[in-house]
């Protein structure tokens, strides 16, 4: 790490022009100073568009010739979406630029001044002088088929937002008018959507025998063979039904309409997955991450959707930090703190790897032994979440092993590792 930074410092020199931004939505604002942090420049704004760019180019030069600069490092906090269009004309230029966690900006705002004042023109300056100390990291843009798998990847979590926030509307609605439908069909299904939208209230169900109830579902909803058991069950439920019987003409617009929501997310939801699964199988290193028992296409394409490919990677111990399970712990003199993973990382990683965990302890042998000996272990036995903790960083490591080294997993290799740390036991 230290060799690492000291790498970024001595890439700034006596004839570096560094460049502070600080993003926004309509006026960005720049701020340059030079190697030692001496502001070279008052702050000065940019629009977001193609004129303000191209004038804050010709301030850049302008900048070089008048300081007798002749090299141009330009940082800014990766924040929101409006900082993308500036990164892809500054590709464009071919113009090198850096990003600075904002975090770090945030914290060490009082250090300039000394009041907690906070303004974009602070905030470039802040930036610029941040990047002085090596405290920046290198963007990689996604391109090609890594670009489309991080956008479909977010997509798809936008949609199943959504499809939630459905659900739990859908759910309050027959709590009120229904209570008992969750007795009869736990989930919402084909023929629970179907009841929802033709059928909402318990007298629409006991108005008519099961054979019309049936022949409705299957000719307007589509569904081929109605269940014609659940369908008896439900018009036993509403016989006794508690539901309310105010305001039914607009609920069940609402309804009818929740329900046509949720279907058509869920069509798009089967049509994106099957996009996102034709792409992911084009990557190289597919077929090896893919080798692992338990482990399915989605959990691949998120993985690469929030790491990009592994390739780039020259060490497990990055993709670590990036998940933010790197451990901190606060211990001082005597007082020795507990340790616990620092979540500086990105949170959606975090909960894909503990999403795939907890299948594979069930059902991969290799991490199910792994997992029993560590809460089982002799000395300093790991408690369940801490043991699944400590996969989901192995897991890590194996996905950066088999992508970089091309092999397939080898189940009697994690066996091994078994073995060699019961003997050290």
Same mark, same amino acid.
């Given at each position: 790490?230290?060799?690492n930074?000291n790498?970024k410092? =001595?890439?700034?020199?006596g004839?570096?022009l560094?460049?502070?931004?600080d993003?926004a939505k309509?006026?960005?604002? @720049?701020?340059a100073?030079d190697?030692?942090g001496r502001?070279l420049?008052r702050p000065v704004?940019?629009?977001q568009?193609?004129?303000?760019?191209e004038?804050f180019?010709?301030?850049?030069k302008e $900048?070089?010739?008048q300081?007798?600069k002749s090299?141009?490092i330009?940082? #800014?906090?990766p924040t929101g979406?409006?900082w993308m269009n500036l990164?892809?004309?500054l *590709?464009?230029?071919?113009?090198?630029?850096?990003?600075?966690n904002?975090?770090?900006?945030?914290?060490?705002k009082? #250090?300039d001044?000394?009041?907690?004042t906070?303004?974009?023109?602070?905030d /470039?300056?802040l930036?610029?002088k &941040?990047m002085?100390?090596?405290n920046?990291?290198?963007?990689?843009?996604?391109e090609g088929?890594e670009?489309?798998l991080?956008n479909g990847?977010?997509?798809r $979590?936008k949609?199943?937002d959504?499809q939630?926030?459905?659900k739990n509307?859908?759910t309050?609605?027959i709590?009120?008018?229904?209570p008992?439908?969750k007795t009869v069909i736990k989930?919402?299904g084909q &023929? @629970?959507?179907?009841?929802?939208?033709?059928?909402?209230f318990?007298?629409?169900?006991?108005?008519q025998?099961?054979?019309?109830l049936?022949l409705?579902?299957k000719?307007?909803?589509g569904?081929s063979s109605?269940s014609?058991?659940?369908?008896?069950?439900?018009k036993?439920?509403a016989?006794?039904s508690?539901?309310i019987s105010t305001?039914?003409?607009?609920a069940?617009?609402?309804?009818? /309409?929740?329900?046509?929501?949720?279907?058509l997310?869920?069509?798009?939801?089967?049509?994106?997955?099957?996009?996102?699964e034709?792409l992911?199988?084009q990557?190289?290193e597919y077929e090896y991450?893919i080798?692992?028992p338990?482990i399915?296409?989605h959990t691949?394409?998120d *993985?690469i959707?929030?790491t990009g490919?592994?390739?780039q990677?020259t060490?497990?111990?990055?993709?670590i930090k990036l @998940?933010?399970?790197?451990?901190?712990?606060?211990?001082s003199?005597y007082?020795?703190?507990?340790?616990?993973i620092s979540?500086?990382g990105?949170k959606?990683?975090?909960?894909?790897l #503990?999403r795939a965990?907890?299948?594979?302890?069930?059902n991969n042998?290799?991490f199910?032994?792994?997992y029993?000996?560590y809460?089982?272990?002799?000395? =300093?036995?790991?408690k369940?979440k801490?043991?699944?903790?400590v996969?989901?960083?192995?897991l890590l490591?194996?996905?950066f092993?088999?992508?970089?080294r091309?092999v397939?997993?080898?189940?009697?290799?994690?066996k091994?590792d078994?073995?060699?740390?019961?003997?050290?036991a």
């Amino acid at each position: 790490m230290n060799s690492n930074r000291n790498a970024k410092i =001595n890439q700034i020199s006596g004839e570096s022009l560094v460049i502070g931004i600080d993003i926004a939505k309509k006026t960005h604002y @720049a701020c340059a100073v030079d190697d030692r942090g001496r502001e070279l420049q008052r702050p000065v704004g940019f629009t977001q568009s193609r004129a303000g760019f191209e004038g804050f180019h010709k301030q850049i030069k302008e $900048w070089l010739h008048q300081h007798g600069k002749s090299e141009v490092i330009i940082g #800014f906090e990766p924040t929101g979406h409006y900082w993308m269009n500036l990164a892809a004309f500054l *590709l464009e230029e071919d113009i090198s630029f850096v990003v600075v966690n904002p975090a770090h900006v945030k914290q060490s705002k009082e #250090f300039d001044d000394n009041l907690q004042t906070k303004n974009d023109k602070k905030d /470039a300056r802040l930036i610029a002088k &941040l990047m002085i100390g090596g405290n920046f990291s290198y963007p990689r843009i996604p391109e090609g088929i890594e670009a489309e798998l991080k956008n479909g990847s977010i997509t798809r $979590w936008k949609l199943k937002d959504k499809q939630a926030m459905l659900k739990n509307q859908m759910t309050g609605l027959i709590d009120q008018y229904f209570p008992e439908f969750k007795t009869v069909i736990k989930g919402f299904g084909q &023929l @629970a959507c179907a009841i929802l939208k033709y059928t909402p209230f318990p007298e629409d169900l006991l108005n008519q025998e099961v054979e019309e109830l049936a022949l409705m579902y299957k000719e307007k909803a589509g569904i081929s063979s109605p269940s014609k058991s659940k369908i008896r069950e439900m018009k036993r439920a509403a016989e006794n039904s508690i539901g309310i019987s105010t305001g039914k003409e607009v609920a069940r617009f609402e309804i009818a /309409a929740l329900v046509d929501q949720f279907l058509l997310i869920e069509r798009q939801l089967t049509e994106l997955n099957h996009h996102l699964e034709d792409l992911v199988t084009q990557l190289d290193e597919y077929e090896y991450l893919i080798s692992i028992p338990g482990i399915g296409k989605h959990t691949i394409i998120d *993985l690469i959707a929030e790491t990009g490919s592994l390739k780039q990677y020259t060490h497990s111990r990055q993709l670590i930090k990036l @998940a933010g399970l790197t451990l901190r712990e606060n211990s001082s003199g005597y007082h020795k703190g507990q340790k616990k993973i620092s979540k500086r990382g990105r949170k959606r990683l975090r909960n894909l790897l #503990f999403r795939a965990i907890l299948p594979l302890i069930q059902n991969n042998r290799a991490f199910k032994e792994l997992y029993q000996y560590y809460i089982t272990r002799p000395v =300093n036995p790991l408690k369940k979440k801490e043991a699944m903790v400590v996969l989901c960083g192995k897991l890590l490591k194996i996905f950066f092993g088999l992508s970089n080294r091309q092999v397939h997993f080898n189940e009697d290799r994690m066996k091994q590792d078994l073995h060699c740390l019961q003997q050290a036991a």
